[in-house]
């Protein structure tokens, strides 16, 4: 009876409509032939804490996490793994063996992946990394380039208090934190620019960032992805730069989530990424 039952997953958020979220699980899942669904649910913040206790009630086999939920969820579930606690937020709900719900963080996975997959030929140990932004995506990108033995990270934030914040949480002397004036001299012996703010996005204002120190053969990721090709990677790409789109990121991010709640490690391939671009136009 178990196995004929419809598995359901969603992405919770508010807002939540703009989510592609439910059109990359549902490619999954048609693609694999699995009897279930995602939906997207809007959640208002004082609605999250019933929200979630009720997952199980609901027969839900766990949820994403979006804006703004992924720091007030971690109290909300019954453990936390030590890659969520290292960023300090959860993306990512489910129910182990034991019927525990499980927070973990994809984001640093899907970052990492995708960043490997796009740029063959970047290695940690190729140098220093320049990562522009201190949210919860940036927490998730330096926590995963540690984890690679990267040398260095220089961090910058228009607010400098808030960069300052981030590299004492993580703790670790390899982070160096510089004024936002300086991040264009900073630039000189940078082998991987990350973007992880909202400049450049759709409706945003545009990252300033003048790449004249930036070497040639440095990598340039920017996880913006509508618009798909941003101002920053137009530049980098005129200049020769090799360079890494936003998409990929929230595709990897999405595998693993998958793979728990409905059994099956998905692949990420052009078909995807196409289906997806599709919903950008």
Known sequence: MSESRIKIAGV?????????????HGYWLKKYGIKGDYAAFHVATNELPDFIARLKTNKIEGINLTVPHKEHAMSLVDEVDEQAKKIGAINTLYFDGR?????????GYGFLKHLKSA?????AKNGPALIIGAGGAARAAISSLLAENIPEIILSNRTLSRAEKLAGDMNDSRIKVVPWAKREEALKNTALLVNVTTLGMTGQP?????????????????????PLDTELLKQASARGNATVDGLGMLLHQAAPGFKAWFGVEPEVDEALRNHLIEALK
């Open 12 to 24: 919770a958020g508010n807002p939540i409509s703009h989510s592609l979220s439910p059109r990359l």
């Open 99 to 107: 019927g525990k719900l499980i927070g973990t963080n994809t984001d």
């Open 119 to 123: 740029a063959p030929n970047w290695s």
């Open 206 to 226: 545009e990252l300033e960032l003048n790449l004249d120190n930036l070497p040639k053969n440095a990598v340039v990721y920017d996880i913006v992805y509508n």
